[in-house]
């Protein structure tokens, strides 16, 4: 495999390369595919509650839930990605993870596992990829049987994210 193929995490990430070399992931499941984000973004996961409805806010927002007497905003993937919604089941989880200095819950299907992967094991999205979340994909990992999905969780809650989001974060605070 040629080098120009490959890619390197953003300068900004090599501080949280635990080894040089390899990046940590969280798995996930939405719908039929695994994705992940690095586990430096993660502060922990949950399981559902009750989350707390606000009104006149877009349909991915599903409220907000006071987690140790922090209130935090909950953004629903699924829906964020115009995925078909789903019942929530008993592996239904919340990943509250850390973007742009924002605390911001995430409901995915499942979390599979904690992937130690290295940087040779990445590739960038193909071209061809297109539609709605391109802008959000930072690569593909390649694993004996499966692709992984890794996401720019910064790009999709952040500061490049929705006004509706940082308003509710930053109201929350």
Do not use: C, W
């Amino acid at each position: 495999m040629s080098t120009d193929t490959l890619i390197a995490p953003p300068k900004e990430h090599h501080g949280n390369t635990e080894a040089e070399g390899t990046l940590q992931l969280v798995s996930f499941r939405l719908a039929q595919e695994e994705y992940g984000i690095e586990i430096t973004k993660v502060q922990e996961i949950i399981l559902m509650g009750e989350i707390t409805r606000v009104p006149q806010t877009p349909r991915f927002i599903k409220g907000l839930i006071n987690l140790r007497s922090t209130v935090i905003p909950i953004v629903d993937l699924r829906t964020r990605f115009s995925l078909s919604e789903q019942e929530t089941s008993d592996e239904t989880r919340i990943m509250v993870v850390n973007v742009v200095g924002k605390t911001i819950g995430i409901i995915v299907d499942s979390v599979s596992e904690v992937l130690r992967v290295s940087l040779n094991q990445i590739s960038p999205p193909p071209p061809a990829v297109v539609g709605l979340g391109k802008e959000y994909l930072t690569g593909l990992v390649k694993l004996k049987k499966r692709l992984l999905i890794m996401l720019d969780i910064d790009r999709i809650l952040g500061e490049e994210g929705d006004a509706a989001v940082d308003s509710m974060a930053a109201g929350a605070a």
